[in-house]
């Protein structure tokens, strides 16, 4: 039951009556206010110390990297996109170029292979091979896949930071609301049950999370507020509005099987 998204009739007046009549929030608040909120948050968090912002790619991770430069300045944020083989057409440059120009200078790392070749611990019930999943590219399961997919990209993150001073720097990543209650995570609910795994709260990422080296100022914000978000900072329309498409890229919708197809049929 999401009533945030369009889709949902009347989300809208379930939102409304919830949170005006129901706990009392004082009509006015708005996005912009918020906006103001997480740069003090962040400012608070951050200190004296820089950031570095792995980019996915996704609308969520390139609002986060427009935020902090808003909040710090471009010199000390240092953003990284991650290209795991797995994005659509020309993705990676087109959110390069947007970073561009708003004075962040990104930097890329084309990981496809490393991706491909990725594994994580097993949880003990398939894919057993020395308390390690096979690679990525023999995983059928799209669970599998995303819980491989976020830990790469949290081993990436891990190695980058350990050739930096790891006192002036903090990780930032663009987590939402939607990504927690998904992945079960106990900071949305004690009782949330994991519909699926995402990127930025794999098991790796939850050591990160539990050790204070992540903040993650949009942890509260929806799909919708984020795009509001970054119309507020002047990203481009192009970039904020389009199709949702997450740091997993094309790794868990492409349907696999365990068994070749043979080609005679």
């Known amino acids: 039951f999401h009533p945030e ?3 949902t009739v009347n989300g809208r007046m379930i939102f409304r009556n919830f949170c005006y009549t129901i706990c009392g929030i004082p009509i006015g608040t708005a996005v912009r206010n918020r906006q103001q909120l997480c740069i003090e948050e962040i400012k608070a968090e951050v200190q004296d110390r820089n950031v570095l912002a792995l980019l996915s790619g996704g609308v969520d991770s390139t609002v986060l990297a427009a935020l902090l430069t808003k909040a710090l300045g471009p010199s000390r944020v240092l953003a990284v996109h991650i290209d795991n083989g797995l994005m659509r057409k020309n993705e990676s ?25 990725g594994t994580t611990w097993t949880n003990g019930e398939v894919y057993l091979n020395n308390n390690r999943t096979d690679c990525l590219n023999c995983i059928v399961e799209p669970e599998q896949k995303r819980t491989i997919i976020g830990d790469v990209f949290m081993q990436v993150m891990g190695e980058m930071l350990a050739t930096l001073d790891k006192d002036k720097y903090v990780l930032a990543q663009g987590t939402l609301a939607p990504d927690l209650i998904e992945s079960g995570s106990k900071l949305s609910s004690a009782m949330a049950d994991t519909i699926k795994t995402h990127h930025n709260d794999s098991p790796m990422a939850r050591e990160f999370r539990a050790a204070g080296k992540i903040i993650e100022p949009l942890r509260t914000f929806y799909k919708d507020e984020v795009r509001q978000l970054g119309r507020e900072l002047q990203l481009p329309e192009e970039l904020i509005s389009r199709h949702p498409f997450p740091g997993p890229g094309l790794g868990p919708r492409v349907l696999c099987q365990s068994q070749m197809y043979p080609w005679y049929m």
């Open 5 to 7: 998204v369009d889709l």
């Open 93 to 117: 440059k087109m959110v390069i170029e947007a970073l561009n120009n708003i004075g962040l200078d990104v930097k890329l790392m084309e990981c496809g292979y490393r991706f491909l070749n």
